[in-house]
Structure formats: structure tokens, C-alpha cells
């Protein structure tokens, strides 16, 4: 089994500053995780002028502003990106960032050598962006909040079309011919990794639905993970050990800056926590054979009893229920025998607590 993939969720935590950005990277490399993302957008091209904020914006953020001038504070511009992703290969960490459009997504392509896309929930019904992720052949990883299973089927049916064709705009007919070939499902599901998530900051853990995570792997049979937004990081750790093949967790240097993510993200020291727990929960996982590991059948004999006289027994006796205790350690004849030396002739003496020989 492979290692759950930790992704970083730096998201819009630097605040429209490069310099937090840069110390970002460098604490989600501390804290041991495999991936730190951004989020690459115009405001211009993401949202109307006129859009409210959602409400979680406006409980973080308050009311004073529109949520396209909120995002515009947090674009990043391409030098931004391109030190972004340098100072991430400086520091051995994974630059990735999750474009809402596809100007954004064809700038990160050619210019910040991604090894795969990230889309957020939002985006899971922008059929023009999916069709183009695919058609760069990148892996993808699809965050699923909001979504029903027909649009996540929806979704796969553009990705399908993508990834196997090149040119032309997919028709009903088409999406429905591409989702029912058997060739492009397999390169679906070599590419795509679906994450159960819940749109909402914090989400409510009555509304986290983790069983759902399993629903997603069974109905399009493809590597599914969790994308949390809870408050701490328990739910992240739950999710691992449910089998979540990608972990993506919001992170800030600091709660209580401002901006509409922050308090609902982990600070470094709890990212580092998640990190070892995470890794912790992987080891424990281990295999599906039942049978006794090296470090227990050193604790075989200690731990287990064996059969052994329950007091004095003399030559020719022929043994009796009195006759026989079981006692440690288990380097006798096993107690499951028992049944088998009642009725049977001693052949010699015996002391009491003495290992009973066949």
C-alpha cells in the first residue's frame, strides 16, 4: 500500500504576500508533508464584480467588501508563482496549485512544472476546465463537496473524453460513448483521485460523512482521499486509517491573521502533529494476515500455558480432570490437548506443577 499523499493547503493563507507564501513552503517541508498548494486565479476571471461572499467569508472576514475585492487582495502574480515554485524545489517539497480557470491552468503547465492538477470542489461542474486538465494529460485530483454521485459521473464522463481525445467539443453522445469505453476508464482511473469533502469552513463533524469516502471508491472504482476542512486534524487521521489515499488539510503560520481561511487552518506545529500521526496510523496498518508477528512469537511461550501436573501423580495412574492444570509458560503440551490426556495411562511419576509429556 502506498503512503497516503500529505498535501499542504497553504490556499490563500499568505494574504497576497509573497515573503508569508515562501515561509509557508518552508513550514509544510518542516512538517514532513509530501505537497504544498496554492490557489491561482484573476479575480476578474473567477468571480463577478457584484458576488456576495459565502458566509463563512463573512463571519472571517466580515461584510465590508465584495468577494471579488477580497480575492483580488489575495491574487498571486506569475513572478509571484514562479518564485513560489522555486523556493518549493529549493526545499524539497511539491509545488502544486489549484487553477479556477484555464489561463491559470496553462500558466502553471508551462511555467511551474506541475506534476499534477489539483481542482477544488467548485470546479467540479466547470466542464471546460476538466476537458482541458485532461487534455494535458496531467494527473488530477478532484475534491467532490457539494457533489452528487451523477455530478461526479458527470465530471469522469469530460475527463474520459479528454484524456483520449485531442481535438473537438464533446456532445451529449460523446460523453456518455467516452464514459462507457472501457480503454478510457483505465486512463481515468490511472489519473484521477476523487476526495470526499464538505464545502463548508469549519465543517460540522455531523456533516463530515466519512463512509461516504467509501461510496466514491466503490462506485468508480478509483483512488479516493479526503479533503478537510474540520476544525484540528482527527478527521484527517480517521480518514487515513479509512484508507484515504490523499490527505489535503488547510495550514496558516497563525490562526488569528486575517483572511477567510486562517482559523479554520492547522498552524505549523499542528501540521507537523497531523504529519506524524498520519505516518503513525500507515505503520499500524500494516497487513491483512492474521498470524503472530516477530515481536509476539518472542511472547509465545511467556504468555501462553501448557499443561502440567495438578499434583503429584505416581507411574500407571490413569489421568483424571484433578489430575491436570494449565499453567505458564506455553512451552508444553498446548491446554487444546487436554481432552485427549484424560482417561490415559502416566508413564511416570510426576511432581506437581511438573509439564505433563504425550
Known sequence: MSPTLIIAE??????GSLDLALSLIEAAAQAGSDI??????????????????AAYQVANTGNTETQFAMLRRLELSDTAHR??????????????????DIESLRFLLDHCDLKRVKLGSGEITNGPLLLEVARSGKPLILSTGMATLGDIEQALAVLCFGYVTTQGAPTH???????????????????VTLLHCTTEYPAPLGEVNLRAMDTLRDAFGLSTGYSDHTDGFEISVAAAARGASVIEKHFTLDKTLPGPDHIASLEPSELTAMVRAIRNVEMALGER?????????????VARKSIVAARDIAAGVT???????????????????????????VGRDYKTDEPIER
Open 319 to 345: 489421568l483424571s480432570a484433578d489430575d491436570l492444570d494449565v499453567k505458564r509458560p506455553g512451552n508444553g503440551l498446548s491446554p487444546m490437548l487436554i481432552w485427549e490426556l484424560i482417561g490415559s495411562r
Open 173 to 191: 453522445e460523446l460523453l456518455l460513448e467516452a464514459l462507457g469505453d472501457a480503454a478510457a476508464r483505465r486512463v481515468v482511473a490511472e489519473k
Open 36 to 53: 504544498v498548494k496554492f490557489q491561482s486565479f484573476t479575480a476578474a476571471k473567477l468571480v463577478r464584480k457584484d458576488a456576495a461572499k
Open 10 to 15: 497553504a490556499g490563500v493563507n499568505h494574504n
Open 83 to 100: 518564485s513560489i515554485s522555486e523556493h518549493c524545489a529549493a526545499n524539497g517539497i511539491e509545488f502544486l496549485s489549484s487553477p479556477f
Open 289 to 301: 494476515t492474521k498470524a503472530p508477528t516477530p515481536t509476539e512469537r518472542r511472547n509465545l511461550s
